[in-house]
């Protein structure tokens, strides 16, 4: 069985920076991608980013390309999300998620997912 836990959340005002940490427990031996996505009020759950867990392949939505980056510590089962330059519209409940098969987008096919963590940025 596998466990994934959020970290890191909170407010923050817009301009402001936050890092998410998504700690992984268990069962991970045949993790293929570690991906974050949102849901913010009201909207659908969207991708944000997502890494291969060997490294690299990495790839982010438009929408926060160029502020948020993230990055993965294989030897404490960990990846991060460091948002910076946060906008008002990056609020939301952001998600850990884990896909163990190769196939498809790397956007699409998480077969784990953590409880999520709450960012909320203010004006």
């Known amino acids: 069985q596998v466990q994934l836990v959020e970290s890191g959340g909170g407010s923050v005002q817009a301009g402001g920076s936050l890092r998410l940490s998504c700690a992984t427990s268990g069962r991970t031996l045949s993790t293929y991608r570690m991906g974050w996505f949102r849901q913010g009020p009201g909207k659908e759950r969207e991708f944000v980013a997502t890494?291969?867990?060997?490294?690299?392949?990495?790839y982010y939505a438009d929408s926060v390309k160029g502020r948020f980056t993230m990055s993965r510590d294989n030897a404490k089962n960990t990846v991060y999300l460091q948002m910076n330059s946060l906008k008002v519209e990056d609020t939301a409940v952001y998600y850990c998620?884990?896909?163990?098969?190769?196939?498809?987008?790397?956007?699409?096919?998480?077969?784990?997912w953590g409880q999520g963590t709450q960012v909320t940025v203010s004006s």
């Open positions: 998620a884990l896909k163990t098969s190769g196939l498809g987008s790397p956007r699409i096919g998480y077969n784990h």
């Open positions: 890494i291969m867990w060997s490294g690299g392949s990495i």
